[in-house]
């Protein structure tokens, strides 16, 4: 589905990521873990087009992308829900989840709205009701569902539980969980390593614009340094 084969970028003389290699095979949820400046997000914008590349390849599906502009990756499949949300304050929720089909544009359905509602009821509620006076749980849904009205082949997401209480974090998660299993690849960007292990089936782990470890669920929650480092056991 998604494979990154050696990519290194940055800006001007900056490396920020540095010889990365990595697979998400259709069907799965994977996460890229690490501390802050450790390279995630930068990690997003190289997938997304966004972040310079020096070298290396990018693929998704049987197409190398490497060098498709951004604004071209969301019609091979690609959506992204940014860190901050990002939300259209002053427009509707509904507004809101409309503009994530613009490249679609006569062929949104109302289908599409109502898998977003299924997905996420309480914005079904307040689908009149302008995004900045929304939780910032309630946020988060609305990017998402805007997200997934471009029908993407995979969803990227960048620190999804970031400033939610932990109830919201569990809530959020488990509509990550159903949209993978309404067979949409995930890849999912997150410092909280205790909750996105609960919800992944591998990840790698990055420090320095590098992937120090990658594995399964297991294999990362039992090892030491993580556990140490991230999991504070």
């Keep these: 589905m998604l494979s990154l084969h050696n990519v290194t970028g940055g800006y001007g003389r900056r490396t ?30 190289a997938i997304l087009g966004l972040l310079p590349r020096c070298s290396g390849r990018i693929e998704f599906g049987s ?17 992204c829900v940014p860190e901050g949300r990002h939300v259209f304050a002053d427009m509707t929720v509904q507004d809101n989840l409309l503009l994530g089909g613009y490249h679609r544009r006569r062929q949104i359905e109302q289908r599409d709205i109502e898998d977003c509602f299924r997905l996420f009821p309480r914005l079904q509620e307040r689908q009149l009701q302008k995004a900045g006076t929304l ?22 997401l960048d620190e999804p539980s970031h ?19 309404r067979g949409i690849s995930v890849l999912l960007v997150e410092q909280n390593v205790a909750a996105a292990l609960k919800i ?9 614009g590098r992937i120090a470890v990658a594995g399964t669920t297991a294999e990362l929650a039992s090892n ?9 056991i």
């Design 16 to 45: 920020v990521l540095d010889d990365i290699s990595l697979q998400v095979r259709a069907g799965e949820t994977v996460a890229i873990l690490g501390a802050n400046t450790a390279g995630k997000t930068s990690l997003m914008r």
């Design 63 to 79: 197409k190398d992308i490497s060098s498709v502009p951004a604004h071209r990756r969301v019609e091979h499949g690609l959506a």
């Design 135 to 156: 939780s910032g749980g309630e946020q988060q849904m609305v990017a998402i569902g805007r997200a997934l009205m471009s029908r993407p082949a995979m969803l990227l």
């Design 163 to 181: 400033g939610l209480a932990p109830l919201m974090v569990a809530e959020v998660h488990a509509a990550i969980s159903e949209v993978n299993q």
């Design 200 to 208: 992944v089936s591998r990840g790698y782990v990055l420090e320095a």
């Design 224 to 232: 030491d340094d993580i556990r140490r480092t991230y999991l504070g």
